[in-house]
């Protein structure tokens, strides 16, 4: 990440991002501290919180971490209260935490989908129903990360692209619902991403990732970068009157139905 900040567009902010210890969340996380936040990391793992943090630190940025599971209500409750408690009102509350494996539904147990619903579809709501009341309001921004799952049928992805399509319908119900009291709710869907945990299980050879680019109008991956340029501009003052909106940051694969989302 840039060692020297550029424009201070969330000064004074404060950020809670799950999935904020490694990939796209993390990535998120860097770009909001780059711009003045006060962000929070949460995820399973320690030591990967613990590196990520460091990173931000060492830029000049803050960070805190709150290992956590996103599927137990009452640890992330706890975070997001003491997140507020410390540093303030969340302004930003990023829903990055994910599962994924592929698998196809006559393969896949019972306990395998339920594992992806509930890290992807039941965390998302876990921790927006945790941070309501810790949230600024009016002026909170909430954003998911959502995937192309969610709008077509992908072979081995069932898990995905139910959790996917419900966290996208939860964003606009809470757009509907919280929109009154000033919060907006958004979600962003990446297409084939650089070095992401994801791309790496789901186009895991050569050939698949030729085939993975081939399906993407611009012919390529797209990078972490884009995506949280796009998380920046969603939760800045410039998106302040957009809210319920799903964006494609996907290079155009969302338009020719591929298999690789």
């Keep these: 990440m840039a060692s020297i900040f550029r424009e201070h567009l969330l000064k004074d902010k404060v950020a809670f991002v799950t999935g904020g210890g490694s990939g796209i969340g993390q990535r998120m996380a860097e770009r909001f501290a780059e711009h003045g936040a006060k962000v929070v990391l949460a995820g399973r793992k320690q030591d990967k919180l613990d590196a990520a943090a ?9 960070a805190e971490t709150a290992a956590l599971d996103v599927r137990d ?8 209260k003491k997140t507020r408690d410390e540093l303030g009102e969340i302004d930003i509350l990023l829903c990055g935490a994910a599962g994924n494996f592929p698998a196809p ?30 949230l600024r309001k009016p002026g909170a ?16 992805q069932a898990h995905v692209c139910a959790a996917k399509a419900g966290i996208e319908l939860l964003m606009k119900t809470l757009a509907i619902e919280w929109g009154p009291q000033g919060i907006r709710a958004n979600s ?26 081939k399906s993407v109008p611009l012919g390529r991956y797209g990078t972490k970068d884009e995506l949280a340029d796009l998380a920046l501009f969603l939760c800045s003052s410039a ?21 690789m989302g």
């Excluded at 998106?239 to 298999?259: N, P, Q, W």
């Design 54 to 62: 460091a990173a931000i630190r060492g830029a000049g940025g803050f």
């Design 188 to 213: 962003i869907t990446p297409g084939p991403t650089e070095d992401t945990e994801g791309m790496r299980r789901l186009a895991p050879t050569p050939k698949a990732r030729a085939a993975a680019e």
């Design 239 to 259: 998106a302040s009157y957009i809210s319920g909106a799903v964006y494609h940051c996907d290079g155009g694969s969302s338009l020719t139905r591929s298999s």
């Design 141 to 156: 921004s909430v954003i998911s990360i959502s995937a192309n799952h969610a709008h077509m049928a992908i072979a081995n």
């Design 105 to 134: 539904v006559a393969g896949m147990s019972a306990n395998g989908f339920k594992a992806v619903i509930d890290i992807d579809l039941l965390g998302t709501f876990n921790t927006c129903r945790a941070a309501f009341e810790f």
């Design 73 to 80: 209500y009452t640890a992330v409750e706890a975070a997001v």
